[in-house]
């Protein structure tokens, strides 16, 4: 009778634990299923007094004119994007991975408060770091430039990729790194053979979270870029809406488009951080 209502009981919680993540689901994917109708419907019936959930008329038209430069310079926008949100991801996790290991390894004066004022930067809004970032960037002539973008965005999150990676650093046995001078490897040798292959993961997370700030950010770009040839795509699609170009499917196909490579890039590193665990759990 007890064995009887335990599993009662269990599949009673399953079922609201499913029905509650379905719920969330619909929620949360909605607004993203609005989007990709809207973008295959005509631009008459996008913008109907009485909209229908799926188009009545299908049309690919949008995608088509999106990648059409005479209409919307879509792919400059992209290749905008791509350089400056790889350079950033890139470098922040370089620099990010020398800063970790000297404050998760190193033993010096001021280390401690060091790693206390990391989030410091967060206790303030974006907002507030345009005037002296704006001064920085004006005065090393970098004004309107991606190079003044890809500046900006390691600002904002090199301080969450110390962060991460140390917390990744800290949990190598220092054993390990003595075992290794012992052999004759230097900290540099160190860092490149032993620190990097065990922190894969973690190293994957600070790119993939590096690369999506930089690819989503507008508040920086649209302060520090005013040539239309140096726009990202979050720029890109804002002007958009001030031209006669503009229509709503049109918008909908190249929103969808730009959320692809974040989407992607999640998936990819998903499957390197899952292979990665599997092969260092086989090694152990």
Known sequence: MAMASSKKSRATKKVAFYTGLICLLTVSLFPFFIMLMTSFKSPK????????LLPQHWTFKHYVDMFNPDIFPYLSYFKNSLTVALTAA????????????ALSKLKFMGR????????????FSGILLVVPLFKIISGLGLYDTKTAIIITMIVQTLPTAIFMLK?????????????????????????????????????????????????NDYLFASIFLSDSA???????????????????????AASL???????????????FIKGNMTEGGVKG
């Open 90 to 101: 890139s470098l922040a996790v370089v620099i990010g991975i020398f800063g970790a290991y």
């Open 167 to 215: 917390s990744y650093f800290d949990t190598i046995p220092d054993d390990l790194e003595e075992a290794a001078m012992i052999d004759g490897l230097n900290r540099v040798q160190i860092i490149f053979y032993i620190v990097i292959p065990l922190s894969i993961s973690g190293i994957i997370s600070v790119f993939v979270y590096s690369f999506m700030v930089a690819w």
């Open 45 to 52: 019936e996008a913008v109907a007094t009485n909209p229908t």
């Open 257 to 271: 488009v730009t959320a692809l490579p974040v989407v992607i890039m999640y998936a990819v590193s998903e499957h």
């Open 230 to 252: 140096n726009f990202t795509l979050p720029i890109g699609l804002n002007a958009l809406f001030s031209t006669p170009d503009y229509v709503w499917g049109r918008m909908m």
């Open 112 to 123: 401690t408060t060091i790693n206390a004022s990391f989030y410091t930067v967060y206790m």
